[in-house]
């Protein structure tokens, strides 16, 4: 039997990876005067780039986590910019997490067994 192949439809860099595929920006802060202290400069970098891309903020706050889900003003173009701003204001700390669109295209048909073809050509007449 012959090896598989794989043959790749599109080629995209991360960034535009990032920004067609990612429905959810999850950004995880601690509930710590500090951290709190950061929202204000999150929040000019998400105005410096809007987009399609809900971003959510998840607030640890040692026992619970509450999830904080943004209205459209506040959606996002995820790019890796945007990504390691936020990662700085944090020490370098990952703090961005992504919720993926998983939905998978439908694949081409790229073979059609004859008995279908003769069927489809008679129909066709």
Do not use: W
């Amino acid at each position: 039997s012959a090896p598989p192949v794989l043959i790749a439809e599109e080629i995209i860099l991360l960034d535009q990876a990032l920004m067609k595929n990612a429905l959810e920006l999850i950004v995880h802060i601690n509930d710590t005067a500090e951290e709190r202290g950061k929202l204000e400069r999150i929040r000019e970098l998400v105005q410096q780039h809007p987009g399609e891309t809900k971003l959510v903020l998840c607030v640890h706050t040692g026992d619970h986590s509450v999830f904080i889900e943004s209205k459209g003003i506040y959606s996002v173009s995820v790019t890796q910019c945007l990504v390691q701003s936020i990662n700085e204001l944090f020490n370098n700390e990952f703090r961005c997490r992504f919720k993926a669109n998983l939905e998978v295209p439908r694949p081409k048909v790229r073979y059609v067994p004859k008995q279908e073809e003769s069927q489809e050509k008679e129909e066709n007449e």
